[in-house]
């Protein structure tokens, strides 16, 4: 009886957004670090927080604010499926990068776990607590859709749990002594959000196993 193939080693990406940026740790099987980079999701010219910046001044939100105009919701709603269209083609561009880079094939990528939010553009805006953060989940989503495109598995992590989760898989290794190892290798900057990305990388490594 012919034994089946053994499943390639496979990376995992830790991803951290930061407005419309990513930052990726990417990490081996054996948790030896691969890759550390950062992403930008939209170009210069487009906004950062369409849902929270343009979408409030439609809705008549902080137009006393700097730089504030008016405008319509339909014309926030617009400027919001732009900004969506072009963080879509961001974070494809972005993993296609990554992917070339890393000496193996990536298998899965972790991402902060979304907020449960109105279902239309519109709704998202109007609701105040929902624009506040429709923005990061509109991001959140695009790198989710390009790794599932790329075939790579996503992990939806809780950012209050994921290091803890983390640690708990390194056998009795503190998590610090652990990051802090991967800061060395990786070399200036290595900030909280680097080291967020690699614990939830390393959780949904380990999980995976």
């Known amino acids: 009886m012919a034994r089946g193939r053994r499943a390639e080693p496979a990376a995992t990406v830790g991803v951290v957004e930061h407005a419309n940026a990513a930052v990726l740790v990417t990490l081996a099987p054996n948790y030896e670090l691969l890759d550390r980079r950062r992403i930008e999701l939209t170009e210069p010219s487009l906004p950062t927080h369409p849902h929270h910046h343009e979408g409030s001044w439609a809705v008549g939100r902080y137009l006393n604010t700097p730089g504030a105009r008016q405008l319509s919701l339909a014309d926030a709603v617009a400027l919001v499926e732009r900004v ?9 561009e972005g993993f296609a990068n990554l992917a070339s880079a890393v000496r ?20 998202r805006i109007v609701d105040h607590r929902a624009q506040t953060v429709a923005d990061s989940v509109m991001y959140r989503e695009a790198l989710a859709i390009a790794a599932e495109a790329r075939g ?13 989760d983390a640690a708990a898989l390194l056998g009795g290794e503190n998590i610090d002594v652990f990051l802090g190892g991967l800061g060395r290798k990786a070399g200036p900057p290595w900030q909280a959000k ?7 990388a390393l959780a949904a490594t380990a999980g995976a196993l």
């Open 104 to 123: 193996m094939p990536i298998g899965r990528v972790a991402i902060r776990a979304c907020q449960e939010l109105p279902p239309t553009v519109e709704a």
């Open 152 to 164: 790579w598995a996503v992990h939806w992590y809780d950012r209050e749990r994921v290091v803890s």
């Open 84 to 92: 969506r269209a072009a963080a879509a083609i961001g974070a494809s």
């Open 194 to 200: 680097h080291k967020l990305a690699a614990a939830a």
